[in-house]
């Protein structure tokens, strides 16, 4: 950026950098809005206008290194694949990671999470749990966002159920059904508030 010494007087007098960026923005505006008029009578459609996603209600694809969200792996019965030795909480820097451990029925399994639960709001994103775990019990390949609207804390703390619940929409539905059933949760919310 130019220092104000360096200016030209045209430059300094702002004005006409004002009325040059209203024109941009003007011709842009028309430009885009008459293209998408012709669109959507159906000419024009080989010129691109420009686009806004209109999310929730469309969204783009995230990439598959995308790692927005936890889930937790489940076992081929569909029981938690999580032994609760505490490694991921232990690996965690921002203290996110709350688990309970149980003694398992199962005399061959030592223990599982009675609860296992993310604060989101102050998880970093950072993938240490993932990698600290022995057993490839939790990972973060959802391809999601992770939740960003609540109205109290706990709208945020992903219990072991949600966490499971992700592996199996993953398993049954594929990411599309991850990514529908964020969105769906978002319109639900947004219609509970309309409601009030
Ligand atoms: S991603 Fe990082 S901050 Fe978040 S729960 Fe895992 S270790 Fe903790
Ligand atoms: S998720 Fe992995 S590291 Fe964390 S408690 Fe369970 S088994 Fe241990």
Not at 28 to 38: T, V
Not at 121 to 133: D, G, K, N, S, T
Not at 165 to 176: D, F, M, P, Q, T
Request: some cysteine; proline content about 5%; charged content about 30%.
């Amino acid at each position: 950026m130019k220092r104000r010494a360096e200016l030209t007087i045209w430059e300094q007098l702002y004005l006409p950098e004002i009325v040059r960026g209203l024109i941009v923005t003007n011709v842009r505006f028309w430009r885009n809005l008459s293209l998408h008029a012709l669109h959507a009578v159906g000419l024009a459609k080989g010129r691109r206008a420009a686009v806004t996603v209109q999310y929730p209600d469309e969204y783009k694809r995230y990439p598959d290194n995308y790692r927005g969200s936890h889930r937790l792996t489940l076992k081929e019965d569909g029981s938690v694949r999580c032994t609760a030795c505490f490694l991921c909480a232990t690996a965690c820097p921002a203290n996110c990671i709350y688990i309970e451990a149980g003694e398992h029925p199962d005399p061959t399994v030592e223990k599982f999470p009675l609860r296992y639960e993310i604060d989101t709001l102050r998880c970093i994103y950072c993938a240490l749990c993932v990698e600290a775990c022995p057993c490839d019990a939790i990972r973060m390949d959802t391809y999601v966002h992770p939740r960003i609207w609540g109205y109290n804390r706990a709208d945020f703390i992903e219990t072991k159920e949600v966490l499971m619940g992700r592996s199996k929409v993953l398993a049954e539905r594929g990411r599309e059904g991850l990514m529908e059933d964020l969105l769906q949760s978002y319109r639900e919310a947004e219609r509970a508030v309309a409601a009030k």
